[in-house]
């Protein structure tokens, strides 16, 4: 008889994570991201991602940035993309629209933020995605985050 018929196969998923992503979302350390395919203005874009479950991009840290940048250089259908971060409230003082926290890790351009009624944040082509304040009507790319409910066996 055949040796390999003979044989037991054991795979294990030890180690191996799943994710839960809406389709059309990308899955990154415990997150899903949707690069909007249209240009909307800041408010419509968190609209537009609330509808999906989501909320504009919340950057928490020089990993998920550096994710996102490396993601927009390849994508590259627009030059300015919205993120979830604004001043609108007060000036000077940027929070989170999806938890009104305060922004712990800032990825800005130099000179950036220089406000003049600039309260939205965008990470910008022109300063190769370092983030600038803009003004929040104008139509642009967007990119949505929602937690992933991944998982991981072993």
């Given at each position: 008889?055949?040796?390999f018929?003979g044989?037991?196969?054991?795979i294990?998923?030890a180690?191996?994570?799943?994710?839960n992503?809406p389709?059309n979302?990308?899955?990154?350390h415990?997150?899903c991201?949707?690069?909007?395919d249209?240009?909307?203005?800041?408010?419509?874009?968190?609209?537009?991602?609330?509808?999906?479950?989501a909320?504009l991009?919340?950057?928490?840290s020089a990993?998920?940035d550096?994710?996102?940048?490396?993601h927009?250089?390849r994508?590259?259908?627009f030059d300015?993309?919205?993120m979830?971060l604004?001043?609108?409230v007060?000036e000077?003082?940027?929070v989170?629209?999806d938890d009104?926290t305060?922004a712990q890790y800032t990825?800005?351009h130099?000179?950036?933020?220089?406000g003049g009624?600039e309260?939205c944040?965008?990470?910008?082509?022109?300063w190769?995605?370092q983030?600038?304040?803009?003004?929040?009507t104008?139509?642009e790319g967007?990119?949505?985050?929602t937690e992933?409910g991944?998982?991981?066996?072993?």
């Amino acid at each position: 008889m055949n040796s390999f018929f003979g044989s037991l196969v054991v795979i294990t998923l030890a180690g191996c994570r799943a994710t839960n992503c809406p389709d059309n979302f990308l899955a990154f350390h415990g997150s899903c991201y949707l690069f909007g395919d249209t240009k909307l203005s800041f408010y419509e874009a968190e609209h537009y991602c609330n509808q999906h479950g989501a909320h504009l991009v919340h950057v928490n840290s020089a990993i998920e940035d550096d994710f996102l940048k490396e993601h927009l250089r390849r994508l590259k259908p627009f030059d300015v993309w919205w993120m979830g971060l604004t001043d609108e409230v007060a000036e000077g003082h940027y929070v989170w629209t999806d938890d009104n926290t305060p922004a712990q890790y800032t990825g800005w351009h130099p000179g950036q933020p220089d406000g003049g009624g600039e309260d939205c944040v965008v990470f910008s082509t022109s300063w190769d995605f370092q983030w600038g304040d803009y003004g929040c009507t104008h139509t642009e790319g967007f990119i949505c985050e929602t937690e992933s409910g991944e998982e991981v066996f072993g």
